[in-house]
């Protein structure tokens, strides 16, 4: 801004309005094209961390194959140095997992003898009990496989079976709330210590039979959907299901006869994840056009699938991390096969390192 002035103008001003020119010509030395005034900037906010809220780990498949069964030396029918390595590397991880989901085949079974499931489980307890592991605060939640339910390979599942598991395992199970025998899903024997659910920490988690007796390889939807429905109702932020055979296979593995309206179900309640094992790898999957992820973590130690790719030839666990913000994310855990064969000892040629992470986040 220029100002212009007469020599005779300059002779009547006053001094006050000299002063007035003068700083009106200094404001204007200083004036851009844009003249809006901008509102004053205030604090940056700082950016709020996002917290872990809990966590917790899973894996299934951990026991030896039958050519390897040896009960003098190894009732719980376990691979016991993969199983060890993994409750070692859970106890060191800080924080502890919250939880342990054990899910399925973790003995040999497959006896038409309920009392061969009985000793073997029980054995396999007690492996858990004398690890440090037990005594982190970790809780174990373990839920049955087709070899703890079922008489021999593609053999029907049997209530003795499922009898003798609810005996030994009770003190790994913490709902009673599941379907009965009957009900709308038409259920043959009583499930409901053997599909249940409960919360925590505005979380909600079903756990699931998923090879009942007379509905082989199948959940009962129609609970199924009742249960996820009153979770998300009663204000559960978080929905997560865990059983043995997968809703969605690996490629060449099987898992259950219903999985597709499984799905249905997930994603219509807003689930971020189904959590399997059954087959022998670490694999996971999204659906098109659906949000849920399948994630399957049978590498616990039994014998790897043949189909698996090399880059799925590992042992280990998943690990999944809930945070403050509503992320939720899962790492995979795993070490190389030992060279001296799968039941091999444990070395340091053979670190355990992430080999995969995904966002489960529904999103």
Known sequence: ????????????????????????????CHTSSDATPQPAPGPIPTAARDTLAYSFAVLGCNRVDNSDLNLATNPST?????????????????PVPDYLFFMGDMVLGYS??????????RAWGRLYQNNPLSRTGIRLVAMPGNHEVMSGKNQPSFLAAEQAWR???????????????GGPDKLATDQSQLTYSFDYKKSHFVVLNTDPVGAEATVPLAWLQADLAAARAKGAKHLFAFGHKPALPAPGGDGLSNGGSMWDVLEANHAEAMLAAHNHLYFRSQQPSYHPWQVIAGNGGSVLDASASPNRLFYGYTLVKVFTS???????????LPTNGYLGA??????????????????
Do not use: C
């Not at 005996?167 to 025998?181: D, F, I, K, L, Q």
């Open 78 to 94: 376990a691979n016991v140095p993969q199983l060890t390595q993994t409750y070692a590397e859970l106890a060191a991880l800080k």
């Open 167 to 181: 005996s030994a395992m009770r003190p790994y199970t913490v709902g009673s709330n599941g379907p009965a025998a």
């Open 1 to 28: 801004m220029t100002f212009f002035f007469h020599a005779f103008s300059m002779k009547i001003l006053t001094p006050l309005a000299l002063g007035l020119l003068a700083a009106l010509a200094l404001a204007g």
């Open 346 to 363: 444990i070395t340091a040629a053979t670190p355990t390192t992430v080999r995969d992470s995904v966002d489960l986040t529904w999103k």
């Open 112 to 121: 038409p003898d309920s009392a061969v499931l009985g000793r073997e489980l």
């Open 326 to 336: 509503g992320k939720v994310k899962a790492y995979s855990y795993g070490r190389d």
